[in-house]
């Protein structure tokens, strides 16, 4: 089924042991554990600052660990050349930056970088970035734009061409920091289809932070929730999604009920304007 | 879901491949033929500055000079002070538009330009207390000029922290200032000194430099511009931001080589022909318009080698009985470019987000 991981196993190839990250004097990530189910979609999900960007970063050897490591295949990534992990280990940071009059397949082409020699292209590879980009367009579903300016295009289209990139990377693990941000809920889903489509065909393991939690419950095979730096649950979104621990991460008061499309855990906010009806809870709110 | 699958599973790839070459290929070519329509007009530019002016060279006898021939006259005047002025135009135009568009693509600023941002003048004061205070010349006056520019570029970094825009700029324009200073004191401490050989340090020159000079430029380009080719090799990438680049293999360090040659190559440039007002900044922004937005470092070398060499040739001979030093004349075109690019607001012109 998942040819990455054809026993389901789940061996992690990415892990995070004793990590502590942070900026300046703050610890923003705190002795933190974690292995990455290995060809799984790994969400990380928490209130605002909670460091779920930061454990990213950190994943993506972007921050170098105040204490503990972030280990690839059992090394240390920050020891390893970045060439070499960025054939492994591809990121969508959140803010990629638009360069000017670069078109699609232009763009898409530089996530082939990590391929090249220390001397530039040679004929070979630049079929094989060929063959990469057009694979990776015709994923996405953007080939049909492949000659436009990137600058010129919807914020939709625009974050597919972002992931387009990536795929061209050829990686085997990609992290996506927010990769649903700024888009409607309508581009949101097709955008987790894209990757989860992506996990079963390729079999590529997905470590990405989301802000919504219901579509994280949805898509994620494993989700990870963050409080100040420190895992408070892990696990199946049925094990980790579940009203108390939606209130201790989110401080939401809230109902959790079966989705009824996807059978996931659907967080129903109770907010202090809303009246709970008695069916759903025993005690009857009246905050 | 399962339709789109279908969909996509179709086997297409061939004419996704042809797709994607003919749409990889547009760009690379149109940045072929500007390179060659540059090389083309560096080439006019040059004929026309070493064959006419005041006095005018045929071709046939440029061709019997150069080979060693003596024509009365003709052979002095091409030798000692058209041929040198040229080709020196040309070799400072390629550093300082080169290293002025490395500034400009890695600070994401066409601001941030090197003689803006004080790192040319940086150059300059270093090289002109050298040669008036210690007495310096050739290597050591080039390694004072890198000294001086380094020295303002990291001031100028310590300043403005890791922002970019506006607050390195202007960080930038303060040591530019101050660096102006410090030449008119040097000016101020010798005895013998000229119009001309003020100017060449607050403006730049190309006007009376020997051989010598020339040579040593030609040697440290030799060097330089091939390092520059290969570190550029990663700047399309760098241009993504500092974390998708992290993310595709290129770290920090990469930047900040191109950085440093950047800043190496606009201080042999300055220490051969003084600051050359607004070549630097003028070059970038005017390639990348004609490479259609694309950063381009070859076309704004030749872009700039174009404009020393017309504005030397203006300078020369646009006023009669005055022979105007090319900073002058570049700094009368860069101004109001400058001001057009201010005008235009932070949306475009500052949208750089980090310092050196």
């Known amino acids: 089924m998942n040819p990455a991981d054809p026993t389901g196993t789940g061996s992690a190839r990415l892990e995070a042991s004793g990590l502590t990250l942070g900026y300046a004097d703050t610890d923003v990530v705190r002795e933190l554990d974690l292995q990455v189910p290995h060809g799984k979609v790994t969400v990380v999900v928490g209130a605002n600052a909670c460091g779920k960007s930061t454990l990213l970063r950190g994943l993506a050897r972007l921050l170098r660990p105040r204490s503990g490591a972030v280990l690839l295949d059992g090394e240390a990534i920050h020891r390893l050349p970045t060439k070499q992990v960025a054939r492994t280990l591809g990121l969508l940071p959140q803010n990629p930056i638009t360069p000017e009059g670069v078109t699609v397949a232009d763009l898409v082409g530089r996530g082939r970088h990590p391929h090249h020699g220390p001397f530039g292209l040679l004929g070979r590879t630049r079929q094989e970035d060929e063959q990469a980009v057009a694979e990776a367009l015709v994923l996405t579903d953007t080939l049909e734009l492949a000659d436009r300016m990137v600058d010129e295009l919807s914020g939709g289209q625009r974050q597919r061409v972002w992931i387009a990139m990536a795929l061209a990377q050829g990686t085997e693990l990609l992290l996506l920091d927010e990769p649903t941000t700024y888009l409607d809920v309508a581009h949101q889903v097709e955008m987790l289809d894209l990757l989860a489509e992506l996990n079963a065909r390729r079999g590529t393991t997905i470590v990405m932070v989301l802000h919504d939690l219901n579509l994280s419950a949805r898509y994620a095979d494993h989700l990870v929730a963050l409080l100040h730096g420190r895992i408070v649950a892990e696990g199946t979104p049925r094990e980790v999604v579940t009203e108390e621990v939606v209130r201790t991460v989110f401080g939401l008061d809230n109902r959790v009920i079966d989705d009824p499309v996807s059978h996931t855990p659907l967080v129903v906010p109770v907010g202090r304007h809303t009246p709970v009806p008695a069916p759903a809870s025993p005690v009857k709110e009246t905050r | ?356």
């Open chain 2, 1 to 356: 879901m399962s339709l789109t699958l279908e969909r996509r599973q179709a086997p297409t790839a061939p004419d996704a491949v042809e797709v994607v070459r003919r749409a990889r290929r547009a760009p690379r070519l149109h940045h072929r033929r500007l390179v060659a329509g540059l090389v083309l007009a560096l080439v006019g530019a040059f004929a026309v500055r070493v064959l006419l002016g005041d006095y005018t060279v045929t071709i046939p006898d440029f061709v019997r000079i150069l080979g060693g021939e003596q024509i009365p006259g003709a052979t002095y005047i091409v030798m000692e002070s058209k041929l040198p002025r040229a080709v020196l135009a040309v070799l400072v135009g390629v550093a300082f538009g080169v290293g002025g568009a490395i500034f400009q693509t890695t600070l994401r600023n066409p601001l941030a330009s090197p003689d803006i941002v004080g790192v040319s003048l940086g150059a300059s004061a270093a090289a002109v207390s050298a040669i008036a205070l210690a007495g310096w010349s050739g290597w050591s006056v080039s390694a004072a000029a890198v000294a001086g520019a380094l020295g303002v570029a990291l001031l100028v970094r310590a300043v403005a922290g890791d922002h970019g825009g506006f607050r390195l700029v202007l960080a930038g324009i303060g040591l530019a200032a101050a660096m102006q200073s410090v030449i008119q004191y040097v000016f101020t401490r010798v005895d013998e000194w000229d119009v001309q050989l003020v100017l060449r340090w607050l403006t730049g020159s190309v006007n009376g430099v020997a051989w010598a000079g020339i040579g040593l430029l030609a040697v440290a380009l030799a060097v330089l511009l091939p390092a520059t080719a290969w570190a550029a090799r990663s700047l399309p990438v760098s241009e993504l931001g500092d974390d998708a680049a992290a993310g595709l293999g290129v770290g920090r360090t990469r930047t900040e080589l191109l950085m440093l040659l950047g800043v190496l190559l606009v201080a042999v440039g300055v220490a051969a022909a003084g600051p050359v007002a607004f070549v630097a900044f003028l070059s970038g922004p005017i390639a990348r318009a004609l490479n259609r937005g694309r950063t381009t470092l070859p076309a704004a070398g030749l872009v700039g080698a174009v404009i020393v060499l017309v504005g030397d040739h203006i300078g020369a001979y646009a006023v009669p009985d005055l022979n105007l030093p090319v900073g002058v004349v570049t700094g009368a075109f860069g101004a109001p470019f400058l001001l057009w690019l201010l005008a235009r607001g932070p949306r475009h012109a500052l949208r750089g987000r980090r310092a050196a």
